[in-house]
């Protein structure tokens, strides 16, 4: 399926890498638990720190808890409005919280991401494969090519992008 786009999503992190907490890889996950935990309450005393909501959304992403990743990237999304990056992992989680279903509202953050930024990497490849969910194989590639006018053609990120377009091609044809 277009898990090939929607997997490669992840190596985006390899051409714009989110920061990652200092310290993380040497603690037991139970502290990170812990850790994070401590950073929610914290952010109902500041709710309008920007900074802490990413480090909170990300983090909770990172431990599996979609659906409170995805409410903390609402409130993130409302404090930083414009942001294409903000509404793009906001549509990831909310699709992982989903059971990695783009159709719907991850679909339509998506769109919001591409009216602001026609080029955002990760909202492209997040649209074309929400299409290719749909059945709209015409539309899933014409979204993935213009992906491929955006990075290095020997990436491992492009060779993923054009094996989903040779699948949706495929697809329209019928075989």
């Given at each position: ?34 850790m ?9 005393e ?5 900074e802490?909501?990413?480090m ?31 509404l ?9 919280a ?24 990760k909202?492209?490849a ?43 091609r ?6």
């Amino acid at each position: 399926p277009a898990g090939l786009v929607y997997a490669a999503v992840g190596n985006l992190r390899a051409i714009d890498p989110p920061p990652a907490p200092r310290q993380a890889h040497a603690l037991a996950g139970g502290q990170i638990g812990a850790m994070v935990d401590r950073l929610a309450m914290r952010l109902r005393e500041a709710p309008n720190d920007a900074e802490g909501w990413t480090m909170l959304a990300r983090s909770l992403a990172a431990l599996g808890r979609y659906e409170e990743s995805a409410k903390a990237f609402a409130r993130l999304a409302e404090l930083t409005p414009g942001n294409a990056g903000v509404l793009a992992d906001y549509a990831d989680t909310l699709a992982m919280a989903r059971g990695r279903k783009l159709d719907g509202p991850p679909f339509a953050l998506v769109k919001r991401a591409l009216a602001i930024d026609p080029k955002h990497l990760k909202s492209l490849a997040l649209a074309g494969s929400a299409e290719f969910e749909r059945g709209n194989f015409q539309s899933a590639i014409r979204y993935w090519e213009r992906i491929l006018a955006l990075v290095p053609a020997e990436s491992g990120f492009a060779g993923s992008v054009q094996a989903s377009i040779a699948q949706a091609r495929q697809k329209l044809s019928g075989s």
